[in-house]
């Protein structure tokens, strides 16, 4: 049977597909196609999750343990705690603040957009609409006098301002005494800083000792992103890191079937709620023992968290706690400055080996031309002279296919009923004009990891999220608005098979054609700068290769 690199391409446009559809899985969660991981073991906890309040949200009407359940709807349930709203801005974050557990209940970006609404800014935590995210912390234990201060309790705020002052900082202040014992939270703002410093002090008020354990959670609804879509999607859910058991992601349908399998115990990491280009952390301060746990709080409301022993307070004493909580854009310049794994939630997919010094080189690309368009432009080209001798020599090879493919025409018609015979003529006509079959795949089988790795750089970096080239590319993380580079890319893929030995088998010569329309297609849902790196990669292939086949059809006419 005759050898044709056609058959090759449409292995290697079905490999594409199935590796595009596994790291798809991946990014969400699922088992990879290629891993032998067995089933999630369900996470033993010492430290039991329902230990931490499982009270409604701040600013709510419902009764502590029953999430969502209005107090008036039950008899004789306790009026709901006054609600205030202290609201600190700095000039990147607008933050409102409940003084009903302390909470941060809304947390606005004031430097991205929106995803649908440009004229709003992106929101992470939130408790409006069919939508919950929150950062949650408290006291876990009792006393004689009672329950301890959690993220139920109301706490009065200290006076003070609510803008920064001339150091770039302003500070919350706020106390709670319950159950013998007084917290007070304090929550510091800098300027330029989505990084929150969060200080719980404990006073024991009462005459015998008390044990106290700090909790922190993050709680997050289980719906999908709005701008999620089969070839856009992104993962959302808890993570969270480990010096012995590194960066772990799970999902809140292992949290609901209870097969959550992370790590329980440490005393260093992190945990977080991730998402498509931002991510919400809690780091406690390092070398401090703590518990690590994720639960179902109620229907379609999940969470991760931490549970930290304060050890043992005596009367009149005082015990603190740093935290830190980290809410905003996954940079990576700034996320490795903070702790470390925290860089890990921009998650490269399979190929960060690839994709990691990809970003590097586009990074120091884009300090120097300003624009992400260009940035990309211009990494093509660097890819494009890294690869020539190995894409120079797959053209040469298909230059020399399509010069000899008369004489290969020939054999199939002399040989047409004896594929052994034409086979084996086949072979050595290669041998006689020194041509490798499988050259011309060369070209695009050495770029395929390159367009995959791009493909999770795009889908992971927030710092190309709303990023314009030209015109009316104005978001190179989104699909082109227009489909005007997916019809250029057709067209290039269309005057490249041109170029190329035309296929002796009629059928073979049909599916070519059709391949630039397949691929366009696709295209049409892929990221602008993804197809941007492929329609520039075709015309500067497809300028080397008329080069070389000019050159071989001028040789072989002489």
């Known amino acids: 049977m005759e050898f044709n690199k056609r058959t090759v391409l449409w292995i290697v446009f079905a490999i594409s597909l199935i590796v595009l559809w596994n ?16 089933p999630a073991k369900v996470a033993q906890q010492q430290t039991k999750p329902s230990d931490v309040p499982a009270a409604a949200q701040p600013g709510s009407t419902a009764v502590p343990g029953t999430p969502g359940a209005s107090a008036a709807a039950v008899p004789g349930a306790p009026a709901a705690p006054v609600s205030q709203t202290i609201t600190v801005t700095t000039d990147v974050v607008k933050v409102d603040i409940d003084s009903v557990g302390g909470v941060i209940k809304r947390l606005e970006l004031l430097k ?30 009792t006393s004689a006098a009672g329950v301890l201060p959690n993220h139920t309790t109301p706490f009065t705020v200290r006076p003070g301002s609510r803008t920064l002052d001339s150091n770039g900082v302003v500070q919350v202040v706020m106390d709670a005494e319950q159950g013998g014992v007084r ?46 879509s089969w070839f856009m999607s992104s993962y959302t859910g808890p993570t969270l890191y480990t010096d012995a058991d590194k960066y772990q992601k799970l999902t809140f349908e292992e949290i609901e079937k209870g097969k959550a399998d992370h ?33 179902k709080i109620a229907n379609n409301l999940y969470a991760i968290g931490t549970v930290q022993s304060l050890g043992t307070v005596a009367p009149g004493a005082t015990v603190s706690s740093d935290t830190r909580l980290y809410s905003g854009p ?18 490269y997919g399979m190929l960060t080996v ?70 084996q003529a086949t072979m050595e006509l290669y041998k006689t004009e020194k041509i490798n079959p499988l050259g011309g795949c060369l070209p695009i089988l050495v770029q395929m990891p390159v367009f995959f790795a791009l493909y999770w750089v795009l889908q992971a970096s927030v710092e190309m999220r709303g990023a314009p ?36 088998d009629p059928v073979q010569a049909k599916m070519m054609l059709f391949m630039p329309i397949a691929f366009s297609v696709v295209f049409f849902f892929f990221p602008s700068g993804l197809v941007l790196y492929w329609v520039v990669n075709n015309i ?3 300028a080397q290769q008329w080069v070389i086949t000019r050159k071989f059809e001028t040789g072989a006419a002489k």
């Open 23 to 38: 790291n798809w899985m991946v990014a969400n969660g699922k088992q990879s196609l290629f891993s032998n991981q067995p």
């Open 540 to 542: 500067l292939s497809i």
């Open 354 to 423: 690839i994709a990691k010094p990809i970003f590097w080189v586009m990074d120091h690309l884009h300090a120097m031309l300003g624009n992400w368009g260009w940035t990309i432009v211009v990494l093509t080209i660097l890819i494009k002279l890294l690869f020539f001798p190995l894409s120079a020599a797959g053209y040469r090879s298909m230059a020399k296919m399509r010069v000899v493919t008369p004489k290969m025409q020939a054999i199939r018609e002399r040989f047409k009923n004896d594929p052994a015979k034409m086979q």
């Open 112 to 141: 991205y957009d929106d995803h649908f609404d440009k004229t709003k800014n992106q929101v992470l935590f939130n408790v409006g609409g069919p939508n919950v995210y929150l950062g949650q912390t408290g006291l876990i234990g």
């Open 183 to 228: 917290l007070t939270k304090t929550l510091t703002f800098r300027k330029g800083d989505y990084l929150i410093g969060v200080r719980h002090e404990v006073t024991n008020l009462s005459g015998a000792p008390v044990n106290p354990s700090l909790y922190l959670q993050l709680q997050h609804d289980g719906n999908k992103p709005a701008n999620d």
């Open 263 to 295: 790590s329980t115990k440490a005393d260093n990491g992190w945990i977080a709620i991730s998402q498509h280009f931002f991510v919400s952390a809690f780091i406690p301060a390092d070398k401090a023992p703590r518990d690590i746990f994720t639960k």
């Open 330 to 347: 996954q940079e990576e310049k700034i996320l490795e400055t903070i702790t470390p794994g925290l860089e890990l939630v921009k998650d």
């Open 469 to 504: 080239w030209i015109g009316w590319i104005q978001d190179l993380t989104q699909p082109d608005p227009y489909y005007i580079l997916p019809v250029i890319y057709a067209v290039s893929m269309y005057i490249t098979t041109k170029l190329n030995p035309q296929p002796t």
